[in-house]
């Protein structure tokens, strides 16, 4: 969602939807999670009702209320990713829709639609993709200020008990877990690269 927003900001740049995307980007990156978080159970739980206020379930248990339970926590921890996937992909794409591969493309008479992504979105996923990985391998990690407002048994509240706790050995399976994941996720990346850009494909 993140990366679609930035493509329509990059593409109409100047305009009143530009404009928008950015604002809510940039509110996104500064809004401090916790905060959204508090203010978010205030208004959907304790005034509107609509959603747990707290909790985990599994969905093999109750999957109806194991949903509920994921909208708020899950929502607000891709806000920060979404509102920087939006911001990357702009700048990307406001650097890629100035080549001349571009005019090439809309000379030959391809829609718009297929030269924005088909041909200029593709060019600029590289930084996008690195970002992904980032941001993917810090979620395995877990999100420490989620877990402790929506009272979650993540990787990231574990993690801090264990080192109140000084449990060392689950201080060191945690950390490898983490660290194995954000390996896998650079791995993948990396792979992506050759898929995304036949230029940098290893042969």
Same mark, same amino acid.
């Given at each position: ?12 740049? !100047? ?5 928008? +995307?950015?604002?809510? =980007? ?5 809004? *401090? $999670?916790?905060? @959204? ?71 030959? !008479? ?5 030269? +924005?992504?088909?041909? =200029? ?5 590289? *930084? $996008?993709?690195? @970002? ?72």
């Amino acid at each position: 969602f993140g990366v679609y927003l930035g493509v329509m900001a990059g593409i109409r740049r !100047g305009k009143l939807l530009d404009s928008i +995307i950015t604002v809510i =980007a940039n509110l996104g990156m500064a809004t *401090p $999670i916790f905060w @959204l978080s508090i203010l978010c159970v205030y208004i959907f739980s304790l005034k509107l009702g609509l959603l747990p206020v707290q909790g985990f379930t599994w969905l093999s248990e109750n999957f109806s209320l194991a949903v509920k339970q994921m909208i708020m926590p899950v929502s607000i921890l891709a806000l920060v990713p979404m509102a920087q996937f939006a911001r990357q992909t702009r700048s990307a794409m406001l650097e890629v829709v100035r080549q001349d591969y571009i005019r090439t493309a809309r000379s030959k !008479g391809l829609k718009e639609r297929a030269v +924005i992504f088909g041909h =200029a979105l593709r060019n600029a996923l590289i *930084p $996008i993709l690195t @970002l992904m990985g980032m941001q993917l391998g810090y979620m395995i990690g877990g999100s420490v200020l989620i877990e402790q407002v929506f009272v979650i048994p993540g990787m990231g509240n574990m993690l801090i008990t264990a080192i109140l706790n000084k449990d060392y050995l689950l201080v060191q399976s945690a950390v490898f877990v983490i660290a194995a994941g954000v390996s896998l996720c650079n791995f993948a990346v990396d792979i992506a690269y050759g898929y995304i850009d036949p230029r940098i494909r290893i042969k």
